[in-house]
């Protein structure tokens, strides 16, 4: 068991850029989440994914965020024409359905600078 | 809609001392509440978690968490703070949306400083 990881852990990009994050949960973890937390806030949920299906995405901010989960396996968070305001820390979790009462496990993060 | 407060942003405690840190949710539903810490430019850890078993729940190095239904309090203890113990702790609970979404609702976070 390695843990949640992410990639990359630091990521500074141009606004107008576009950029994608990746997280690989649990090997075993059917569901992953994605979460943003900026400074001195808590996570606040964006997605999720049951393998494959993405069952909620209405917590994404805005239309230039998406994500996908191909194959149930690992995850990606694309922010399209970035924005100063999307400046923060990207987290994801993975948690296996039905034990430990949805426990999450989280990655690292990847913090997004938008310059 | 269910919430988390978390009283003071930071709480500073001498080496040894007593740690208390205090959550207060809002839920209609029965809440499953945890505690995660966040170490420096790190993800969280779960330090332990309420899933209504026992009300005085015990988690990794030292912490414990009382659930107070009548006063909907949730507060992280350790009889005695170390050094280790610095960093940003976050009370969640588990969003009760759709039935089994399971994502979390938290906290704005508490930094916690030990001093020597």
């Known amino acids: 068991d390695t843990g949640v990881s992410q990639d990359p852990r630091h990521k500074i990009t141009k606004r107008g850029q576009n950029v994608t994050f990746r997280c690989d949960p649990i090997s075993e973890h059917n569901r992953l989440y994605w979460y943003r937390q900026t400074l001195g806030q808590g996570p606040e949920f964006l997605t999720y994914f049951q393998n494959e299906a993405q069952l909620e995405k209405s917590r994404l901010l805005s239309d230039r965020f998406s994500a996908e989960r191909p194959k149930g396996s690992f995850s990606t968070l694309e922010i399209q024409r970035t924005e100063q305001g999307d400046s923060a820390m990207y987290l994801c979790?993975?948690?296996?359905?039905?034990?430990?009462?949805?426990?999450?496990?989280f990655g690292p993060g990847t913090r997004l600078t938008v310059t | 809609a269910q919430s988390v407060t978390q009283l003071g942003s930071h709480v500073s405690v001498s080496e040894g001392a007593l740690v208390l840190l205090r959550c207060n949710y809002s839920s209609s539903v029965p809440p499953y509440l945890f505690w995660y810490v966040q170490y420096p430019n790190q993800g969280l850890q779960l330090l332990l978690k309420y899933t209504s078993a026992a009300t005085l729940v015990k988690g990794i190095n030292g912490f414990e968490a009382e659930f107070k239904k009548s006063e909907t309090s949730f507060h992280l203890t350790k009889p005695s703070a170390h050094m280790s113990d610095a960093a940003e702790y976050f009370c969640?609970?588990?969003?009760?949306?759709?039935?089994?979404?399971?994502?979390?609702?938290f906290g704005k976070g508490t930094k916690l400083s030990v001093k020597p």
């Open positions: 979790a993975s948690s296996l359905r039905g034990q430990g009462f949805y426990e999450q496990y």
């Open positions: 969640a609970v588990r969003e009760n949306y759709g039935g089994s979404q399971g994502n979390l609702i």
